[in-house]
């Protein structure tokens, strides 16, 4: 079995990379592994591209944040001879927290993660780019494309640049005006977010559908329509824990397979860490899985209440 290592250097601390290769040499044979580092953005994908071309078995380590994740996972749908994992080196890794805290530490241990078990997950497709987790539209999309512009500040971190980008991002305003199709519900007007869950985290620690599988072919969707600063500031909290039944006046739910927004203006959606932009998007269960490999012993679900929702 080859044992492709792709790693994203500039996530996590600078000696982040060092300590993971010294680990790697001392768990595997070196005839059995390839360690490649990237350079930018997109070279994660191209890097595991490459180790799929000779389509044999191949194990696949994602060594970084949740945007390192999402790139060998686009490369390895639908690719029943390779498995994913990631070993988490970034400041985000929120598609792990579904195995809860113990769980994602786990993911550090090589030896666990070289013979452990795997299963086919679904992934969401968001006009053709796939994801393992969340796909969002609307205010949280777009103070999550915004962290970034701040974070290049001096002396600016990464709490700090979500602090800036969303007293930015409200003062633009809360809702933008869409159009939103998901199954039986049919909104058009001022929004705030629309989120469609196939895991269960995104932001840092938002879990906004407890219930959510990526293993159950089921899309958990979240609405929030025209809403005032003063009902978002209430209503956030209960999102942000999963507990969406209590904000029934403001949100609206669905569980299903498919989901439409779109816009006269351009609309901001974030697939696992991935900005996209345009008039519309539609969000949808892929015909694609990928095979995901966790740590043997790990626990695949962690409980679906909302007082794990500070993992």
Same mark, same amino acid.
């Given at each position: 079995m080859r044992h492709v290592f792709i790693i994203n250097p500039v996530a996590g601390p600078?000696?982040?990379?060092?300590?993971?290769?010294?680990?790697v040499e001392a768990v595997f044979p070196l005839e059995?592994?390839?360690?490649?580092?990237?350079r930018g953005a997109g070279d994660a994908g191209q890097l595991a591209?490459?180790?799929?071309?000779?389509?044999?078995?191949?194990?696949?380590?994602?060594?970084?944040?949740?945007?390192?994740?999402n790139e060998v996972v686009n490369a390895a749908a639908g690719k029943d001879w390779a498995a994913?994992?990631?070993?988490?080196?970034?400041?985000?890794?929120?598609?792990?927290r579904i195995f809860g805290r113990e769980g994602k530490n786990r993911f550090t241990d090589l030896a666990a993660l070289r013979d452990g078990p795997q299963s086919a997950m679904d992934l969401v497709d968001c006009n053709g780019v796939l994801g393992l987790d969340v796909v969002c539209v609307g205010v949280d999309a777009r103070v999550a494309a915004d962290v970034h512009r701040f974070k290049r500040l001096p002396l600016i971190g990464k709490?700090?640049?979500?602090?800036?980008?969303?007293? $930015?991002? =409200?003062?633009?305003?809360?809702? !933008?005006?869409?159009?939103?199709?998901?199954? #039986?519900?049919?909104?058009?007007? @001022?929004? $705030?977010? =629309?989120?469609?869950?196939?895991? !269960?985290?995104?932001?840092?620690?938002?879990? #906004?559908?407890?219930?959510?599988? @990526?293993?159950?072919? =089921?899309?958990?969707a979240l609405l929030v329509g025209d809403v005032s600063f003063f009902q978002f500031i209430r209503c956030v909290g209960k999102y942000a824990s999963g507990r969406y039944k209590e904000c029934s006046d403001l949100v609206r739910?669905?569980?299903?397979?498919?989901?439409?927004?779109s816009a006269q203006e351009e609309l901001v959606a974030v697939v696992d860490g991935e900005v996209l932009r345009g008039h519309s998007f539609t969000i949808r269960l892929s015909e694609r899985k990928v095979n995901f490999f966790h740590p043997a012993g790990v626990e695949l679900w962690v409980e679906k209440t909302a007082s794990a929702a500070a993992i």
């Open positions: 600078k000696s982040s990379a060092r300590e993971l290769l010294k680990r059995d592994v390839e360690v490649y580092a990237t591209h490459r180790a799929l071309e000779p389509g044999e078995p191949v194990r696949l380590y994602a060594c970084g944040g949740d945007g390192t994740l994913v994992t990631n070993v988490p080196m970034g400041t985000g890794n929120d598609f792990l709490k700090m640049a979500y602090i800036l980008s969303l007293i $930015a991002t =409200v003062r633009k305003g809360i809702t !933008q005006p869409m159009r939103v199709d998901m199954g #039986p519900i049919h909104h058009e007007g @001022p929004t $705030a977010l =629309v989120c469609v869950c196939n895991g !269960q985290y995104y932001g840092g620690g938002f879990r #906004p559908v407890p219930e959510a599988r @990526p293993d159950d072919q =089921v899309l958990d739910d669905w569980h299903g397979g498919e989901v439409s927004v």
